[in-house]
């Protein structure tokens, strides 16, 4: 059985919706039902990282471990590697990040990435990608895609549409659905503890700074990532008042409230 630790970096701020992690769903904060699902997953472990005493009180109050991080983190990684040094956690213990405006995501998921790590040994971050059907998302420069190679591990991410199909697109768009497949990226990793402290320690590369996207550090330092394909996107995440009232909905309804 997989022994893994799960790490839930909760930020109060949030430009596009203030005071995210408490925001109410049917009684209780949102961060709530992240760590609920995390407590069905198996984990040893499972820490809320935050650097705002509101978020320390509401998830205290509902029972959860709790850690107090600094405030000046660049991301969630390195709020999660902060985590994993105060607790002395082992080079290669596996730890989860699970972002902490996914109240639907699923268990399983949740085990299966930190399995996907365990199982490929010449992996240090392990990470998920379901397959992109609607032609606009593989142009969506906030749809991540991933392009992997027959073994299932990372060659790149981008923002853009990788991999380029010649035979199809042009400066108008796509004549014609590609023959290639395009896969999103889901922002769920799986990390080894001696993977985590690295990646503080390294300034941003290039790439990174291009395309906004930190797990091409890891790619750049010459680190393997891979790659697990499910076959649907794990639920909505929360990032905006519409995300919000259709997750209220959705949880609604399962509740029958």
């Not at 680190?223 to 609604?252: K, N, Y």
Request: glycine share 8%.
């Amino acid at each position: 059985m997989t022994d893994f630790k799960v790490v839930i970096p909760s930020r109060y701020a949030s430009t596009r919706l203030p005071g995210k992690p408490l925001v109410d769903i049917h009684g209780r904060p949102m961060i709530e039902y992240v760590y609920r699902q995390a407590e069905k997953s198996g984990a040893s472990d499972i820490v809320i990282a935050t650097d705002d005493e509101r978020v320390r009180q509401a998830a205290q109050g509902f029972g959860a471990d709790v850690e107090m991080t600094r405030d000046d983190h660049a991301s969630g990684t390195d709020r999660i590697a902060e985590v994993a040094s105060s607790r002395h956690w082992a080079d290669d213990s596996i730890i989860v990040n699970l972002q902490g405006d996914e109240p639907l995501i699923p268990p399983e998921l949740i085990h299966d990435v930190a399995a996907a790590l365990e199982s490929h040994e010449q992996a240090s971050v392990a990470t998920l990608a379901t397959p992109i059907h609607e032609q606009q998302d593989i142009f969506d420069p906030h749809v991540v895609k991933v392009v992997m190679d027959q073994s299932g591990y990372a060659l790149y991410f981008s923002r853009a549409p990788i991999p380029w199909d010649r035979g199809c697109f042009s400066a108008e768009g796509c004549k014609e659905p590609p023959a290639n497949e395009y896969y999103r990226h889901l922002g769920m990793y799986a990390y080894r503890g001696a993977m985590l402290q690295e990646f503080t320690r390294q300034e941003p590369c290039v790439l990174e700074r291009a395309e906004q996207l930190e797990q091409l550090r890891v790619l750049w330092h010459g680190h393997a990532i891979h790659v697990s394909v499910i076959d649907q996107p794990p639920g909505h995440g929360i990032d905006t008042p519409g995300d919000l009232e259709r997750v209220r909905a959705m949880l609604g309804a399962r509740s029958g409230a």
